[in-house]
């Protein structure tokens, strides 16, 4: 049988069933809903728009990479700046930096399973910079378009690894991720950085375009974790069941390589930690 680490490099993904148990899952999706509730977002709504082209670029984006920050569905609010739904059902994520703020959030994060798994995968100096709660609710969770994460944590040379936990079934109807094996042995595209006098810019380093051809759907159970190379192009597609399908990504760099300024999400890079 192939290693984990000799899976991971010939697919850019890896599917670890039962990674973590379904309690654990039920654990942190309890907790960000009360993490949700003490939102007191009237003043500063901030919508996450997955569309490349709009997606927000506010100050309050900007900031929150080493902060707990709220993001609305795009169409979460109606003509009149009214929620059309409760808070919680309006949200399409919260982040990115739950894994070192919140205790509940931290010890999912920094688990023995995921210290291991990190270890077989040769990834024992990464750090965990960015950490994501995305809601993908029933009827309403929108769809991501197809990207690389490397491009939104650009370092040099190329080290994001995903980590993507299942916090309940993944399928096609409720928007599971989609890839295709080898997928990653590609350049990376673009680069979604800060421009100098403000906002942010995605700058093309290879303009063409990532190929859908040969994607498969991840259909996974509650408590898997998925790994995603940083060049392996994914998506996922709205959620248009009853049924939502919340999940759980954290996101790892090489300590040792350069993290330029200019990559939208700033943290303290010296009070980084790994798993
Ligand atoms: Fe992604």
């Known amino acids: 049988m192939k290693s984990r680490q000799a899976k991971f490099k010939e697919d850019g993904f890896l599917v670890l069933d039962g990674f973590h148990t379904p309690a654990s899952c039920d654990a942190l999706m309890k907790r960000g809903q009360e993490l949700a509730a003490s939102f007191d977002f009237k003043g500063h709504p901030s919508v996450f728009q997955t569309d490349q082209q709009t997606r927000t670029s ?26 059309k739904g409760d808070l919680f059902h309006s949200l399409n994520k919260v982040g990115h930096a739950l894994h070192d703020l919140d205790p509940v959030f931290e010890s999912f994060s920094r688990s023995p399973q995921l210290k291991q798994l990190a270890l077989d995968l040769g990834l024992d100096d990464f750090l965990i910079i960015q950490s994501m709660l995305i809601l993908k609710h029933a009827r309403i969770g929108g769809v991501v378009d197809v990207h690389q994460d490397s491009t939104f944590l650009y370092t040099e040379p190329d080290t994001c690894v995903g980590f993507w936990f299942a916090l309940e079934d993944a399928t096609k109807e409720n928007g599971c991720l989609w890839a295709m094996p080898g997928g990653h042995r590609t350049t990376l595209r673009s680069w979604f950085k800060r421009k100098a006098g403000g906002g942010t810019e995605f700058v093309t380093f290879d303009p063409a375009p990532l190929s859908m051809e040969g994607m498969v759907p991840l259909e996974v159970r509650k408590g898997t974790c998925i790994v995603l190379h940083g060049l392996l ?20 760099i090489d300590g040792k390589a350069r993290y330029p300024e200019e990559n939208w999400l700033r943290r303290d890079m010296s009070g980084l930690k790994g798993f």
């Open 233 to 252: 192009p994914h998506y996922s597609l709205p959620n248009t069941s009853g049924r939502s399908r919340q999940a759980y990504a954290i996101h790892a």
């Open 58 to 83: 506010d100050d309050y984006f900007l900031d929150s990479g080493d902060k707990i920050s709220f993001f609305f569905e795009k169409d979460a609010f109606d003509q009149q700046g009214k929620l």
